[in-house]
């Protein structure tokens, strides 16, 4: 592992101008479930100290489920979908209202953003939801931004607000990603272990090759861990965005530039961002199997879907579904927004445009997935 110290901590948070704050449910709650007022108070100040210090805000909060277990008696987080959703439609407004409360306190307003899948994918959803970040952070709110628990079903979650925080990152243009847990950093190991050491500086994804991540925290109201951590920083880094990693409790110093917890320096450039959260938000409704040539041009070529050379179709999808692109052994190579239902493609097969239009008419004359509307699948590294 290397250690060297890297880039200046305090020069990157001050030149930092929009930073994204991410807190997990137990950073938040009491260990019965309910919202800690202590917690979020003490939060919210750090966040309107860094506003004053001339940051715009996002924060990326979990705690809505957490936050409803208690005022409907469940003693912990359900597993099923529906309790979630009810737990999640209680305890949401609850913590709006709580953190509406401490910024008033400092004379900031917010603006609660609830987030799906759709919203980010869809090409005038996300412009929709990046015009509105826009001008509530002109206006000099602070948004505050949860995934829609209420209404999200398993086809479109995020997953964890760790992987959305990352993407709300790309969205907003932001420098600066803050992920704060309830450990206080990256290890080598488990932190519960002997001889684990604190990393303070990923340079890139070689400096994890050794590196044992598992879950962090056992608080039992959230669903993230060290994974959803690490694989959100990657997708941030691999976008140009550097990433902080520390403790709720260590917030104010990270934010003032100390050198606490983990720095995981940007490796990669923006991307343009529908792509990105086609890449990381969405899974796959279906899918679409290439032969070997097809892969090469869409791969290597950067080339748009054709039917041509289309050899398989599964799955149930419609039009503008997102769908894996899969070369002939099986392997994901890319996920795209198709053009055509699942039940239309298999006249289509293995036939080129020209023929299609000239015999079913021109509006088969298209691609199956458009270029700019699809990005390729990197392998995700094993750990």
Known sequence: MNDRAGSDRA?????ARRVVVKVGSSSLTTAAGGIDPARVRQLVEVLAASRDAGAEIVLVSSGAIAAGLAPLGMKKRPRALASQQAAASVGQGLLAHRYQEEFARHGIVTGQVLLTVDDVTRRAHYRNAHQ?????????VVPIVNENDTVATSEIRFGDNDRLAALVAHLVHADLLVLLSDVDGLYDGPPSRAGSRLIPVVHSEADLATVTIGSAGASGVGTGGMTTK???????????????LTSADQAAAALSGAEVGTHFEATGKRRPTRLLWLAH??????????DAGAVRAVVERGASLLAAGITGVGGSFVAGDAVDVLDPAGTVVARGLVNFDA?????????????????????????VIHRDAMTLIQPTPTR
Do not use: C, M, N
């Not at 020069?11 to 030149?15: D, I, T």
């Open 11 to 15: 020069g990157l948070v001050r030149a």
């Open 132 to 140: 509105t970040f826009a001008r509530l952070l002109e206006l000099g």
């Open 230 to 244: 690490v694989d959100a920083a990657r997708i941030a880094t691999g976008a140009g965005i550097d990433v902080l």
């Open 281 to 290: 938000a969405t899974s796959g409704q279906g899918t679409l199997t290439l």
């Open 343 to 367: 039940d239309e493609l298999p006249a289509l097969l293995g036939r080129s445009t020209g023929e299609l239009k000239e015999s079913l008419g021109a509006a088969y004359e298209r691609e």
